[in-house]
């Protein structure tokens, strides 16, 4: 995919319990962001789940999200993010922990 090539439609989850997500599915501006129904995540063995109840976007999600400076892209993806999750600052409830 190139990198101002167009963004992908979500995929639909797998069956059985999901939640809403907000996913980068490219680079871009706040037009790129979607919302999605996923599959709910289990938590590797040094992870938790968590329900979040409120976000903030700060100027690291703001670069990320746009792939810029370039040089960026070099560690999240290149032509398209590596990981669409979205957002680093968040509060909530922990659902499910690890090992």
């Not at 040094?46 to 976000?55: I, S, T």
């Amino acid at each position: 995919l190139a990198r101002d090539g167009a963004c992908p439609p979500p995929e639909a989850p797998a069956v059985g319990t999901t939640m809403r997500a907000v996913l980068q599915p490219c680079y871009g501006g706040p037009e790129v962001l979607r919302t999605a129904v996923v599959a709910k995540p289990q938590p590797a063995p040094d992870q938790v789940l968590v329900r979040v109840v409120a976000a903030a976007a700060n100027p690291l999600d703001w670069h990320g999200m746009r792939g810029d400076p370039y040089i960026m892209r070099l560690s999240s993806g290149i032509g398209v993010p590596a990981v669409a999750r979205f957002g680093v600052d968040f509060a909530g409830v922990v659902e499910a922990v690890g090992s």
